[in-house]
């Protein structure tokens, strides 16, 4: 103990004490804090680019989700719409036959109709020609009738025969 | 290691002068001043291990008998009635007397002290000297390394802290080193002593101490060997600071603790005659703690010192083929372990400042854990 108190010197004691002080205040400002302050900035950065990294993993994922769901929905309503469309494609196909089917019944039935009066008619006007020719006829060999005798004769002979061969 | 080889070169030259300026053995012996060659291996280590007033880096015996030394003077700084500053050249180390303002000093086992003008001592019956000290404020070998260590370390930090501003926060060259053990002492010293809340203020302190005690420590172990954290006026302002810091900013709770260490645990009349013997002992403690700091430092490092040069001396004293190399490979392996050491010690005092600061900054009620 003697010995420390003897060693100890002062001066060296006035110097180290004042040299480290000022070493301690003046390192503070121009070493420590910005070392660690920079330090602690740059952790706290690390801290968060890895939480926002995080997040934006979890906003993928639920982006991806979204968008399968979106389109899974899409694909159901794209299916669901040209089913329709088929179906009414072919309830107009069966419309559309269906209903020529009764035009054309109806017009052949018209046809039909028309033709038959036609041919009624026809056969009247043929009825009323071949009465009237008859007439003609029967005029034509009374006239002769009345001129030549023999001829009146031969004319209703061979008109006889006619409406035989007839 | 090179303060090894060097030192070895040191005192191999002076016996080699020796050698040649005395014939005989038992001469070669016997230095100049008729001492034996153990008595001038203990003064050289013990005048190594005290500061000095020049920076004599070693000295040579000449053939005439006069010591040369090599190095430079500092400047000496009294305060003896007035300022006084003169060079150490004038004390010629320690063989001559300086006159400064018709005053006469005197430089005796590194202290200045007042004498008359042909120098002489007077000594008390245990031999010590009893002349008039004056008031020493010299620039010594020690202020300079600390002074060199200072610059040393504020140059290394205030360019890793620019460095910062200019690699986009990013370490380079040298901080790569240092960046990891100032983050270990914050992470591993300072928060987990002290706390998250309250460790900011201490930080400046314990990372310029820590680094200031290591640089210093491996200072001493290069060849120059200056020997300052193992000096007690180093270590007693250092563990000073430690001491203010820690009951300067002591909180309720410190105090609290202090004087009343058992709590609410049990009743006054109990806690009364218990407390006459440990309130004592605490408040003892407070000034343990850091006594216990700068003998440890101080301790450590001037063994560490003395181990070594005592080695190296016994090559001196063995002079044989077994002994010498002998003792030069324990040197050399005790110097691997120096340096071990004065990583440990810094981090031993650093870690202790931070325990008592942890200790001083407690907030919670401690009284059950006791």
């Given at each position: ?13 006035f110097w180290q004490s004042l ?148 | ?225 200056v020997n300052v954290t193992g ?40 806690k009364l005659p218990l407390y ?95």
């Amino acid at each position: 103990m003697e010995k420390l108190i003897e060693e100890f010197s002062l001066g060296l004691f006035f110097w180290q004490s004042l040299l480290f002080i000022g070493l301690v205040l003046l390192l503070r400002k121009f070493a420590w804090k910005p070392i660690l302050d920079t330090v602690n900035d740059r952790e706290e950065g690390i801290k968060n680019a890895l939480a926002a990294a995080e997040e934006a993993k979890k906003e993928m994922q639920n982006v991806t989700a979204d968008s399968e769901k979106l389109l899974k929905e899409a694909r159901a309503e794209r299916e669901a719409m040209l089913k329709e469309a088929r179906e009414i494609k072919e309830k107009m196909i069966a419309d559309s036959k269906e209903q020529a089917k009764l035009e054309g019944d109806k017009m052949l039935k018209q046809a039909q109709a028309a033709i038959e009066s036609e041919k009624k008619a026809a056969v009247a006007d043929i009825k009323s020609q071949v009465a009237n020719l008859s007439v003609d006829i029967a005029e034509k060999v009374i006239k002769e009738q009345l001129s030549n005798k023999d001829k009146q004769l031969k004319l209703v002979e061979d008109m006889l025969g006619d409406i035989k061969l007839n | 290691m090179r303060k090894t080889f060097l030192i070895t070169l040191l005192f191999a030259t002076s016996l080699f002068v020796s050698n040649n300026a005395f014939a005989s053995e038992k001469e070669a012996e016997e230095g100049a001043d008729g001492k034996d060659l153990k008595t001038e291996i203990k003064e050289y280590i013990d005048h190594h291990l005290l500061d000095s007033h020049d920076f004599s880096l070693f000295s040579i015996e000449q053939e005439n008998g006069e010591k040369k030394h090599i190095g430079f003077p500092l400047p000496v700084i009294l305060w003896d009635n007035g300022l006084k500053v003169f060079s150490s050249s004038k004390f010629h180390h320690g063989e001559t007397v300086a006159e400064v303002d018709g005053n006469y000093y005197k430089l005796y086992h590194s202290k200045i002290y007042k004498t008359d003008a042909a120098g002489t001592i007077n000594y008390d019956d245990k031999h010590h000297a009893t002349n008039e000290k004056p008031l020493d404020l010299s620039i010594t070998k020690g202020v300079v390394m600390i002074f060199i260590t200072c610059l040393l370390m504020f140059w290394l930090f205030s360019s890793l802290a620019k460095s910062y501003a200019k690699n986009g926060s990013i370490p380079k060259g040298i901080g790569r080193f240092f960046e990891p053990i100032v983050l270990y002492i914050r992470d591993d010293i300072a928060i987990s002593n002290i706390g998250e809340k309250r460790y900011k203020k201490y930080m400046p302190f314990l990372l310029t101490v820590f680094f200031f005690i290591w640089f210093l420590n491996m200072f001493g172990l290069t060849p120059l060997g200056v020997n300052v954290t193992g000096n007690i006026a180093v270590t007693a302002a250092l563990a000073i600071i430690t001491f203010l810091l820690t009951n300067l900013t002591g909180t309720k709770d410190y105090w609290k603790h202090l004087f009343d260490p058992l709590g609410d645990s049990m009743p006054w009349l109990g806690k009364l005659p218990l407390y006459i013997i440990l309130i004592p002992i605490e408040i003892l403690g407070i000034f343990i703690k850091p006594f216990s700091l700068l003998i440890r430092l101080y301790a450590n490092m001037q063994a560490g010192h003395i181990v070594v040069m005592s080695l190296i001396g016994l090559m001196f004293i063995f002079k044989s083929w077994i002994g010498s190399p002998l003792s030069f490979g324990l040197a050399f392996a005790i110097s691997l372990i120096e340096i071990l050491v004065a990583l440990l010690q810094a981090y031993i005092f650093t870690m202790l400042s931070a325990l008592y600061f942890g200790f001083a900054s407690e907030e919670h009620d401690h009284a059950e854990a006791h």
